[in-house]
Structures are given as structure tokens and as C-alpha cells.
């Protein structure tokens, strides 16, 4: 663990004079000697060895009002500052070493505004590309083409996004629980291209799993695969969709421990998913957080420490290794957002 931080401390060091010296993030540096897969953050890319603990589905900066309703997601960068950075500092001491956002275009996505938490805090943030379902979907993408979308998630996939001087790391999207929709359906083809095209992952906000094997049906169509897809709320359909989703090959991540449900029901699903041999392909969040825009003062954020203070010892306690503890909170979130 101490390793693991003073890596993260020279990872984060190395990240800093790269982007101090205009480095476009990752590219130069894989150009060159190596070609070592990436955690692409807001801090710059990271090795495997200079993080550690990662969550892979939290929000820092969310506002769930549709794009329609004026000040929705607009924010004084300063305020969700000092209301946030405490919190990526509390995360840290608890021995998560990096943070996936997970806020796409529709719900108040702001690139500039997790850059300055990210930097206050010396804390490095994972951002999306991508769209969340309607009818969140803004105006400008229901009317882009297949093609025009395409192009802009490849833009931030390998450029920046919106002059931020932040890169996109993956792309996250959404489908309605009632079934994915036409709009949704276009944004979705033209994700599978870009991943196919950058290797980056996709996510599925998707709380009914019937929906999946479509989702999952288009990206093979697109010329991509589920194994570089994660049905993000699995936890909200039954262990049997999850299993059955999972030997398709796509990620399986249970994201919301410490909410509503006991801890004895994240530990019955791990236990299954590793028993049925798809522990490599399990993932484990909070979903909690944020400064929002819709509250006073962005409300009061719940912190991003339930899962390494109160649930891992739980998990470890009901007869589940270290070694697969490390896999689930460590290797697995590495190697599904890295590229
Ligand atoms: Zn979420």
C-alpha cells in the first residue's frame, strides 16, 4: 500500500511536467519506448504502478435536471472546489488512488470544473466522452448525425474536451429502462466506432438488463466487442441476467455499496460472479458524491471512503482473499478504463 502511494506521488509528479510542458497527453508517450496501457486522468496518463485502488463509478460534479432548465450544470469552479477537493483528500487517506467520473454530456458534464478539483487536490479524475439517456439527451446531439457524434467523441477521445486541456479517458452512455430508444441507438452506434477505433471503454447507465444483450448486439455490429463494454446498476436486474451478460463478456459492475441495500447482498453477488469464474471481470463503486448545481450551496457530498472503510473488511471477512480483493478494486478498474 505505501509503495503503491509513493508510486502514485512520482506518477502524479510525471503527469504534472507533461502537462506543464503542452504534452498531448498519452500519445507522445507512447510514440516513443513504450506502449504500456494508460489510465488517461485529468492529472495526465498513469501507469498500472502509479495507482492503486481506483473506483470506477462516482460523481464529483452532476446536475440530474434536464439540459432544458437554465443554470443546469453551471457552477462557480471555486465553489465545487472547496466543497470537493476535502473529499478526494478523504479518499485518498483511505487508500483510493483515483476516481472515475462518471457525468456525461446532458447531466451538467464540465471538464474545466473537475481539472480545478482535480489540481486543488492533487487527485486524479477519470473523465467520459459520451451522452446519458433521454430525455437528457441536449438538443445539438439529438440532432447530430451518426457520424457528426462520432467525430466529437473521437475529438475528445484523443484531443481534449472542450479546450479543458482534459482528455476523455472512455465514453459513457445510457439506455431508457423501457428500451433503448432511436437517439439512443445512434449515440450508441456511433460510441462502438470511436472505442473500436481508441480502445476506449464503454459504459451503460442501463437499470433494466433486458435492454443489454441489444445494447451489446450493436456494438458487435459496430465492429466492437463486450469486452469492452460494462452494464453499469447490473446490481438492479437479477444475478442470472448478470451472469448471463457477464459470459457474453461485458463488465459487470456493482455501484452503488453503502446505498439502500445490506452489505450481505454485494457480498452474495461478488461471491456468485467469482465462483461462476467472472471475477476478472467485476467492478465495485459507490455511485455517490457530488456538488450539485440544482442544491444550495451544491448540497452535502457523501463520501467516496464506505467501500475501503467499512465494506472490503466485511467482503474479507466472509472468506474472500486478498489477492481477489486486489483484482476487484485494483487490477480490474485498471485494466478496463486503461488504453
Ligand atoms: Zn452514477
Redesign the pocket.
Known amino acids: 500500500m505505501w509503495n503503491r502511494r509513493e508510486f502514485l506521488r512520482a506518477g502524479l509528479c510525471a503527469g504534472a511536467a507533461m502537462a506543464l510542458a503542452g504534452c498531448r497527453m498519452g500519445r507522445d508517450a507512447e510514440e516513443g519506448e513504450d506502449a504500456m496501457e494508460k489510465l488517461i486522468t485529468t492529472l495526465g496518463p498513469l501507469e498500472a504502478s502509479a495507482v492503486g485502488m481506483i473506483l470506477p463509478?462516482e460523481?464529483v460534479f452532476?446536475d440530474l435536471r434536464t439540459p432544458d432548465v437554465p443554470g443546469q450544470g453551471e457552477a462557480d469552479a471555486q465553489d465545487v472546489v472547496a466543497l470537493m477537493a476535502p473529499e478526494l483528500e478523504k479518499a485518498r487517506a483511505a487508500g483510493v488512488t483515483a476516481i472515475v467520473e462518471?457525468s456525461p454530456e446532458g447531466v451538467g458534464r464540465n471538464a474545466a470544473i473537475l481539472k480545478a478539483v482535480s489540481e486543488a487536490a492533487a487527485y486524479p479524475l477519470v473523465a467520459p466522452t459520451g451522452i446519458y439517456r433521454e430525455p437528457w439527451v441536449p438538443r445539438w446531439a439529438q440532432e447530430a448525425s451518426e457520424d457528426a457524434l462520432h467525430e466529437w467523441m473521437l475529438g475528445e477521445l484523443q484531443g481534449e474536451i472542450e479546450g479543458s486541456g482534459v482528455q476523455a479517458a472512455w465514453i459513457k452512455l445510457s439506455a431508457g429502462d423501457d428500451g433503448i430508444t432511436e437517439i439512443e441507438r445512434k449515440i450508441l452506434r456511433a460510441a462502438a466506432r470511436a472505442g473500436a477505433e481508441t480502445g476506449a471503454i464503454l459504459g451503460s447507465?442501463t437499470r433494466r438488463g433486458r435492454v443489454l444483450h441489444e445494447q451489446l448486439d450493436i456494438v458487435e455490429a459496430a465492429g466492437y466487442t463486450p469486452e469492452r463494454f460494462i452494464w453499469?446498476h447490473a446490481q438492479n436486474d437479477t444475478l442470472a441476467l448478470n451472469l448471463e451478460v457477464a459470459a457474453r463478456g461485458a463488465w459487470i459492475e456493482y455501484?452503488a455499496i453503502g446505498g439502500g441495500r445490506e452489505d450481505a447482498f454485494w457480498i452474495g453477488r461478488i461471491q456468485a460472479m467469482l465462483e461462476a469464474g467472472h471475477g476478472e471481470q467485476v467492478m465495485l463503486s459507490h455511485?455517490r458524491g457530488w456538488y450539485d448545481p440544482a442544491k444550495p450551496g451544491g448540497g452535502t457530498p457523501k463520501a467516496f471512503t464506505y467501500i475501503s472503510e467499512q465494506f472490503l473488511p466485511k467482503l474479507a471477512a466472509a472468506g474472500v482473499d486478498e489477492a481477489t480483493i486486489e483484482m476487484l478494486t485494483a487490477t480490474n478498474p485498471f485494466r478496463a478504463f486503461a488504453r
Open positions: 463509478h460523481h452532476v462518471c447507465h453499469i455501484d455511485d
